[in-house]
């Protein structure tokens, strides 16, 4: 009895740490870190630069980003299992093409619409079922579809361009709602994001995102049928990659074989940077959401600064690789600091 | 015992790829009886040298339960760099470009691998990030501009052609490069102790298996290869581009999971490597000769990779069965 009750008062110590641990604590949790460098980011471009701090300005510049931002929603759900997905550039290439295609013989918007979401969801679907039926890492089978599915589009369009499209068409990628200057891509993300927040946070489904990714076998063997959600998730990212396809079409107006070429590194960067573990079982929708702005409000700042896309690749990709390694640093810290503790308290 | 099973399923695959190579000769010689002309014959080992060259780097990490991307990248940074320097400097021959291009390369392989062992950020991750870091550094080293082949001095351009007893001198390296990796990887320590952590990583480091030094090794070769064949590339096609060797990372995975390398490591042979190098180089050569434009090439790789993927799975999985009924009857 006495030993129950001193081994609580010292979880009491430990628990109830002064100020300075606190904000220790939670200046070290990553979505306020990434709150605390996009304000940086924010204050930085808008003293090099009288143009970026302009609402107009900023709701444009969500024209650049809002389909990344989209296709890194489902993205999060394949990465908290522990698998990941390189083929969705190639997959939202096909879908541009048989859309391009479409269009070019006449199609009606309702019916491209379909065509694009169809052929998104049945590429995902493939993804899914040769990954969980080969038992081989994601990373080999999407590396394979990669470049089937942009395969096809490179076969059938060679160096042609697909460029008629119904009239209508561009208000999906270039309008804003009515009356605001909002882009409607923009709005169309926000409304994704509370979507794919409620399912992974606020359902079983996504408990069973986080139970997967941190240990598949004991979730396996606590009653989640794994493969079934893991094909679940491909299904939804190549249904998500149609969806961008109708968005990125509808923006350019064009389809070539080479349609968002090096997206896969963008979206992958904008899901790890937002604090997902690229080994599954961590991570927030609102995390992502930051890292999103961040990455988003970097380019757009970089641009108007006049600093090429080549940079702005260097620099996307130290990102990649800063964010993975930042929060192992930040973990190792905050595990001294504990085994420290514990120690001081003996 | 084990090593004898081992020996039959490496037997197994390399028989099978010659196999299916003579399969698919069959009809394309009937097709168009060039094709297997010593010239034509000449041409696609030419074509295969420098895929094999990094799909042997390739293979290592692979091997090692790893993946390098970055391997297009680095064949572009070093091959633009040896452009650049043999335009500013037309006496810096061909063989001393090599060794730069080598150099280059162990520096960037070098990077990858202390990112991936002391970082413990996994192998893909990296890779991705760096295969975007390194071609962007190409773009800036050339100021967005080309190297073409009246700015590359005669004798490294003729370099990868000259012929040494009847074979030229471009294959010449991939052979020593073959040789030595051969030897590597059944021979010497560290080429078995890259199986060793590739296969389990855990029971090798118990057994004394630097984990972290293997990790940096395997990227060091793939970066020290891309190298060498991105100064031979430079060479071999007369200029250098910013987008040169874009997706060759593809070609090189190609080749080694069709010559049964396993992705989930530990498993696949040097002899398996190069027998998929030659194939794909078969295939893509043939790619014409059945009237399928240029243009289905990518799509023909991806299929390729899916069902060498597949049948290695089923394979593995068929393995698997007998062994669990031989144990159950004994």
Not at chain 1, 270 to 289: A, D, Q
Not at chain 2, 270 to 280: A, K, S
């Amino acid at each position: 009895m006495r030993e129950k009750r001193e081994l609580m008062a010292k979880t009491r110590l430990i628990d109830e740490s002064s100020l300075k641990e606190r904000l220790i604590t939670i200046f070290t949790m990553w979505e306020v870190l990434l709150s605390i460098i996009f304000v940086f980011i924010i204050i930085f471009f808008s003293t090099r630069t009288r143009y970026f701090l302009n609402w107009f300005n900023l709701m444009n510049a969500t024209f650049q980003f809002s389909e990344k931002a989209i296709m890194a929603l489902p993205m999060i759900f394949i990465i908290m299992c522990g698998d990941i997905d390189i083929s969705i550039a190639s997959i939202i290439a096909l879908c541009a093409y048989a859309v391009g295609n479409a269009a070019a013989g006449g199609a009606s918007i309702p019916t491209l619409i379909l065509i694009a979401l169809a052929v998104g969801t049945l590429a995902g679907f493939f993804n899914g079922f040769m990954v969980t039926f080969l038992e081989m890492p994601a990373i080999a089978v999407t590396l394979a579809t990669q470049s089937i599915y942009r395969g096809i589009a490179i076969g059938m369009l060679g160096d042609q361009a697909r460029t008629t499209f119904p009239k209508t068409y561009g208000f999906f990628g270039q309008e804003f709602i009515k009356g605001t200057t909002i882009p409607f891509e923009f709005v169309l993300y926000l409304v994704l994001m509370v979507i794919f927040g409620f399912i992974l946070h606020k359902t079983t489904y996504g408990r069973r995102l986080y139970a997967i990714g941190n240990n598949a076998e004991v979730a396996r063997f606590s009653g989640i049928n794994v493969k079934r959600i893991r094909i679940i998730n491909f299904t939804i990212t190549g249904f998500i990659s149609g969806l961008t396809a109708i968005l990125l079409t509808s923006r350019v107006l064009s389809v070539r074989s080479n349609i968002a070429t090096g997206w896969d590194m963008e979206i992958i960067t904008l899901v790890v940077l937002g604090g997902v573990s690229i080994t599954g079982g961590k991570g927030t929708v609102w995390g992502v959401f930051l890292g999103s702005l961040l990455v988003g409000y970097l380019k757009f700042g970089m641009g108007l600064m006049k600093i090429s896309g080549t940079l702005m690749t260097i620099v996307i990709g130290s990102l990649l690789i800063i964010a993975v390694l930042l929060p192992r640093l930040l973990d190792l810290y905050k595990a001294n600091r504990k085994l420290r503790k514990q120690h001081e308290m003996r | 015992m084990p090593s004898n099973t081992i020996k039959k399923i490496l037997a197994r695959r390399e028989a099978a790829l010659v196999i299916l190579l003579v399969v698919l000769l069959i009809p394309i010689t009937i097709r168009s009886p060039q094709f297997i002309s010593a010239r034509n014959i000449s041409t696609i080992l030419n074509d295969m040298a420098i895929l094999a060259i990094v799909a042997i780097g390739e293979f290592f990490v692979i091997l090692s339960n790893g993946i390098d991307l970055s391997v297009g990248s680095v064949v572009a940074f070093t091959g633009m760099a040896c452009g650049l320097i043999n335009e500013a400097n037309q006496a810096f021959g061909a063989v001393p470009l090599l060794f730069v291009g080598m150099g280059i390369g162990l520096v960037m392989g070098l990077f990858n691998g202390v990112l991936v062992a002391y970082g413990k950020i996994p192998p893909i991750i990296t890779t991705l990030g760096t295969v975007s870091i390194y071609r962007g550094l190409t773009f800036l080293l050339s100021g967005n501009q080309w190297v073409t082949a009246h700015e590359l001095a005669p004798s490294y351009i003729a370099f990868p052609r000259v012929t040494f007893l009847g074979i030229s001198l471009l294959l010449w390296i991939a052979f020593i490069v073959i040789a030595i990796f051969y030897y590597f990887s059944r021979f010497t320590r560290t080429g078995r102790e890259i199986y060793a952590i590739g296969g389990n990583p855990t029971a090798a480091k118990f057994v004394g298996v630097n984990e972290s030094r293997i990790r940096v090794v395997v990227f060091v070769i793939s970066g020290t290869l891309s190298g060498l064949a991105g100064a031979l590339w430079t060479a071999r096609y007369a200029s250098a581009v910013n987008e040169m060797a874009t997706g060759f990372e593809m070609q090189a995975v190609a080749a080694c999971v069709l010559g049964g390398v396993n992705f989930a490591g530990g498993a696949g042979a040097i002899t398996g490597v190069v027998l998929g190098t030659l194939f794909l180089g078969v295939v893509t050569n043939a790619l014409p000769v059945v009237y399928l434009s240029v243009f289905w090439q990518t799509f023909v790789q991806g299929l390729i990779i899916l069902v060498a993927l597949t049948l290695n799975t089923l394979s593995d999985r068929r393995k698997h069965t007998k062994l669990l009924a031989q144990r159950r009857a004994s």
